[in-house]
């Protein structure tokens, strides 16, 4: 019984799977890697708040879309990484899978990658 109330208070806490905003903030390069990863482009991204501040969580996620610095990007986390058609069998937890363009919240502009670029 302890075993399953530990499992579901870690699942409570996780908050690594789903989706997040996180910006583009360098690249990761490795010569030498897992034979699956061959080709795969990583980027070293930082998570973004619902108020658009920047959080201290940093990740390595596989770039699916070329994204590029200082882009923000939306992230899929966790198993969801792995249901890119290629990267099922990939050792991957995080991958880029879109590059924003505008984010609103209750009415309001966020973010707006045009405003970005200026």
């Known amino acids: 019984m302890l075993v399953v109330e530990?499992?579901?208070?870690?699942l409570i806490q996780d908050h690594k799977t789903g989706?997040?905003?996180a910006k583009v903030r360098g690249t990761v390069v490795s010569t030498h890697k897992e034979p699956s990863l061959k080709g795969v482009k990583f980027l070293l991204v930082q998570f973004i708040d619902e108020e658009g501040q920047m959080l201290r969580e940093y990740e390595?996620?596989?770039d699916q879309v070329g994204a590029g610095v200082s882009e923000w990007v939306l992230v899929s986390r966790g198993s969801a990484a792995r249901q890119i058609l290629?990267?099922?069998?990939?050792p991957i937890d995080a991958v880029v899978v879109a590059i924003i363009d505008t984010i609103s919240v209750d009415n309001r502009s966020l973010y707006s990658k045009k405003d970005q670029d200026r």
Not at 6 to 10: A, D, E, G, K, P
Not at 86 to 90: N, T
């Open 6 to 10: 530990l499992f579901i208070l870690v």
């Open 19 to 21: 989706m997040q905003i």
């Open 86 to 90: 290629g990267s099922e069998q990939r």
């Open 60 to 62: 390595v996620a596989a």
